[in-house]
Nanobody, 113 residues
Framework: QVQLVESGGGLVQAGGSLRLSCARSGSISGIYFTGWYRQGPGKQREFVASITKHNSELYSDAVKGRFTISRDSSENTVYLEMNNLKPEDTAVYYC???????WGQGTQVTVSS
C-alpha cells in the first residue's frame, strides 16, 4: 500500500513563491510517473504538471515557465516549485500516482492580490 502526503502550501502575495512537496511512503520502491493537480474554488480538478520515471516534465499552459516539477534523489519525494504566483493559482494542490491510483489529501495554496 502506498500513501502520498503533500505539504508546503500556505498564503502568499502575488509574485511570491512556494515549494510544495509530495512525500511517498509504503512498501514500494522504484520511480513512477507522478502528477500534480489542483482544484480551485468552484472549479474542476485540473492538471498542473507531471514527471515521468525518466524525469521528463510536462506542464499546463497556465503554469509553464513559472512552475517546476522535480524529484529528489531518494525517489520518494516529488516537488513543485511555484514562482511568480498569481491569484488564479489559488487552489488545493494534489499529487497523484497513477500506477497505484493514489491521491494525496491536498495542500491549500492561497495567493492574495
Amino acid at each position: 500500500q502506498v500513501q502520498l502526503v503533500e505539504s508546503g502550501g500556505g498564503l502568499v502575495q502575488a509574485g511570491g513563491s512556494l515549494r510544495l512537496s509530495c512525500a511517498r511512503s509504503g512498501s514500494i520502491s522504484g520511480i513512477y510517473f507522478t502528477g500534480w493537480y489542483r482544484q480551485g474554488p468552484g472549479k474542476q480538478r485540473e492538471f498542473v504538471a507531471s514527471i515521468t520515471k525518466h524525469n521528463s516534465e510536462l506542464y499546463s499552459d497556465a503554469v509553464k515557465g513559472r512552475f517546476t516539477i522535480s524529484r529528489d534523489s531518494s525517489e520518494n519525494t516529488v516537488y513543485l516549485e511555484m514562482n511568480n504566483l498569481k491569484p488564479e493559482d489559488t487552489a488545493v494542490y494534489y499529487c497523484h500516482l497513477p500506477h497505484f491510483d493514489t491521491w494525496g489529501q491536498g495542500t491549500q495554496v492561497t495567493v492574495s492580490s
